[in-house]
């Protein structure tokens, strides 16, 4: 029998997510790396150039108009895991990925607010001197992910 609080699983999606390409991007190694899901929260994208796997048409897709409505809708007993350069962040290093939860991440200009991140149950940042692509911030969480390291 399966038991939804011993599998694990992960969904992965972008806020307010500035172009296009990168949302591809993200979905395309969101499909790569094992992503149980994807999803937009405000603007919201159709097919693109840059998911040339079509992971949109492999793995479900989900659009939520705002925050509140996705917050909502979180997958029972699953964790909210922010992508955030921010003082009260765990390094990804030493964080311990849970083992069903959802990450978020924040446009480049304008990251996570602080609402948001005040909603999520663990930030997580990673070593770098600015803010990173979205796509390529987003693929290194789940590459981190996919290593063998303790789950919480």
């Known amino acids: 029998m399966n038991d939804n609080f011993i ?51 492999s793995i479900p897709y989900f659009h939520y108009d705002t925050f509140e409505a996705f917050y909502e809708n979180l997958p029972k007993g699953a964790r909210l895991v922010g992508v955030e350069l921010d003082e009260n962040a765990v ?37 770098s001197q600015k803010s990173l692509n979205v796509a390529v911030a987003g693929s290194i969480i789940m590459y981190d992910r996919n290593l063998p390291k303790p789950r919480s």
């Open 7 to 57: 599998n694990e699983y992960f969904g992965i999606g972008i806020r307010n997510g500035k172009t296009p390409e990168n949302l591809g991007v993200l979905w395309r190694t969101a499909q790569n790396l094992g992503a149980t899901f994807i999803f937009t929260i405000g603007n919201r994208y159709a097919k693109q150039a840059s998911d040339t796997h079509d992971a949109v048409k």
């Open 91 to 127: 390094d990804l290093e030493t964080f311990e990925h849970p083992r069903r939860c959802v990450y978020l991440l924040g446009a480049e200009d304008h990251g996570l607010s602080r609402k948001v991140m005040d909603k999520c149950h663990h930030l997580v940042k990673f070593k």
